[in-house]
């Protein structure tokens, strides 16, 4: 099985987020997208990130009746940091036949260096960086290691400019994310009062 690995906050997931998972799964030919909600990511202070039953519920929302795309809880379970490539070695032991792709946003190659072990993340999945356009900004790719840059695929989307701290201030604000989410997950930040 081809399974696409997209992690991050979801806070809250956004059509930006489907939109990209959507690509990627049609593009790489990926039988499957797993979004993968962070329990502690590296750059972000412990406890800046709302509840992780809330992200799981809002990500359960936004892929209901999608069977190609589901949540996982393999960083939520563990009670430690989430190093992208401690998730890729635990799949991949528990799923060896299976190959992996990590989608992540062509900028993040910008630090890929900086990341945990980037080489072995490359052994373990093909990196999938998403770009607006086929073809990738010399400058993202300057500092990436030449192992990680054979294991890296392009994905080309439409632009959209969506972004979850955007989000949670229009609803700080009570301002509108009609359109900027699902309904259902507007739905829910409401009746949760999430982000006031």
């Given at each position: ?36 909600p ?33 949540v ?6 563990r ?19 299976d190959?992996?792709?990590?989608l ?10 900086t ?37 890296l ?23 509108s ?5 699902p309904?259902?997950?507007?739905v ?9």
């Amino acid at each position: 099985m081809r399974i696409g690995i997209f992690g991050g906050a979801f806070d809250p997931v956004h059509f930006g987020h489907l939109l990209l998972a959507e690509q990627c799964r049609e593009q790489c030919g990926l039988d499957q997208v797993w979004f993968v909600p962070t329990k502690i990511p590296p750059h972000k202070p412990e406890g800046s990130l709302t509840d992780d039953k809330h992200r799981v519920e809002m990500l359960k929302l936004a892929i209901a009746g999608i069977p190609e795309f589901q949540v996982s809880r393999i960083e939520l379970d563990r009670a430690a940091i989430s190093w992208t490539v401690d998730t890729l070695r635990n799949l991949r032991s528990g799923r060896p036949d299976d190959e992996f792709f990590l989608l992540i946003g062509a900028d993040s190659l910008r630090d890929f260096s900086t990341w945990r072990e980037p080489d072995a993340i490359a052994r373990l999945a093909t990196i999938v960086a998403v770009n607006r356009g086929p073809v990738l900004p010399a400058e993202l790719t300057d500092g990436v290691s030449e192992t990680v840059k054979r294991s890296l695929q392009v994905v080309d989307i439409p632009g959209v400019d969506y972004s979850a701290t955007d989000i949670r201030e229009r609803v700080a604000e009570d301002r509108s994310i009609r359109f900027l989410v699902p309904r259902a997950v507007e739905v829910y930040i409401q009746q949760h009062g999430l982000y006031r």
